[in-house]
């Protein structure tokens, strides 16, 4: 009797729902209204879960005229109420319908503990994040708040990510489970700048950034303004406290520039410069992880510490390294790669040595250079 009910009334309710068919769905739940609130598939879930689900917002306004506001809360097998699938989908104007109908649904967590806000976050819905926030805020745990701080970096909810921030400013310190900050994670972002070959011979155009940073404010883009927030209240710790923060596990200058993100680099050093002769495990400055993943934008930060760059030049890392050393060496792949072809990718090492060689013969010892030169020759020659 269950089977035959089964097939006689939830499959074709079912395929109604996934339609939007709200004729055919009404004839059906008129036969039987227990079809309300029942499961109707093998995952418990209801009709409201399937249109909601399936996105089709007058099928759930007109389902939700007729079922009492308890009804909405019921569950899946894996706990999810109808109002997490809404949150999911992104569709704010499904969530809106029901939630008037029972003002509880966004509080309500599903079988593994998450609120909606949560669902709507990890799939990166940010209409519904921005809606959900307000109606749920209140009954987040602190270790939701660092939870969804750390999603929403992770998926591009930069505005939510500064909401938060600005709202529980502790967020800036939190950890997460690899033990970054929300600052490293940002500084593994790459860049909006293009760090191709084609700026190194024309490096003026993109420096003086702090007084571009400064007057572009109000055109920052969203993970700008919350990287800036992020490091104004790293700057509140003491030097001990800063240290810590931003060297743990891994300094988050070094990160920026092995990826290129230029705006990171130039919101840090505009008001902390000195971070700039920091340097790695290996004894490399950020110019030196620059140049060896080739990111012109970040290399020609040497034209702007002034007399001192002559040290960079000539600077040797724990392995006998100069900054020549690290253009001879072979880009990494995913470097090579922004251009197609073997000869336009020589090109552009080529481009990077003699600039670098330029820059250096004036500086330093002359047999360095020759080193550095037969150690390019050398890597080309393997090729």
């Not at 089964?6 to 079912?14: A, R």
């Not at 996105?55 to 909405?72: A, I, S, T, W």
């Not at 060689?357 to 030169?373: I, K, Y």
Request: a negative charge; hydrophobic letters at 45%; one cysteine or more.
């Amino acid at each position: 009797e269950e089977r035959q009910r089964y097939l006689s009334q939830c499959v074709p309710l079912h395929k109604a729902a996934l339609k939007g068919d709200w004729k055919e769905a009404k004839k059906i739940l008129d036969q039987d209204t227990t079809l309300l609130n029942s499961a109707i598939t093998k995952g418990w879930a209801t009709v409201l879960h399937v249109a909601v689900g399936a996105n089709h917002e007058h099928f759930v306004e007109e389902l939700v005229k007729l079922m009492p506001p308890q009804d909405l809360e019921l569950q899946d097998d894996k706990g999810n109420t109808a109002f997490c699938f809404a949150a999911a989908v992104g569709n704010v104007h499904i969530a809106e319908i029901m939630r008037r109908k029972n003002q509880l649904l966004p509080t309500l967590r599903s079988g593994v503990g998450v609120t909606p806000l949560h669902l709507a976050v990890l799939q990166g819905r940010s209409e519904m994040t921005c809606y959900l926030f307000d109606e749920s805020k209140e009954i987040l745990y602190e270790e939701d708040w660092i939870t969804l701080f750390f999603i929403c970096i992770n998926t591009g909810l930069y505005d939510l990510a500064l909401k938060m921030l600005n709202q529980k400013e502790s967020l800036a310190f939190a950890r997460g489970d690899d033990s970054e900050t929300g600052l490293h994670v940002l500084a593994r972002k790459p860049s909006s700048v293009c760090s191709c070959g084609s700026q190194l011979r024309y490096p003026r155009h993109l420096l003086h950034f702090f007084v571009i940073l400064c007057a572009l404010d109000k055109k920052d883009p969203p993970v700008l303004k919350l990287t800036k927030r992020m490091w104004e209240i790293f700057l509140t710790l003491d030097d001990s406290e800063f240290m810590y923060a931003v060297k743990e596990p891994t300094q988050v200058t070094f990160l920026a520039a092995e990826v290129g993100n230029f705006e990171f680099l130039s919101v840090v050093m505009s008001t902390y410069p000195d971070l700039i002769w920091e340097l790695n495990t290996l004894g490399q400055s950020i110019i030196h992880v620059a140049a060896l993943h080739r990111h012109s934008s970040i290399f020609n930060l040497i034209h702007e510490i002034g007399p001192t760059k002559d040290f960079v030049l000539t600077y040797m890392d724990d392995e006998g390294n100069t900054l020549l050393h690290c253009v001879a060496k072979l880009a990494p792949q995913e470097r090579l790669n922004i251009f197609s072809g073997a000869a336009l990718q020589m090109m552009l090492e080529l481009s990077w040595f003699e600039i670098a060689l330029e820059r250096s013969f004036t500086r330093g010892r002359r047999s360095e250079h020759v080193q550095a030169a037969c150690l390019y020759i050398a890597f080309r020659l393997r090729e």
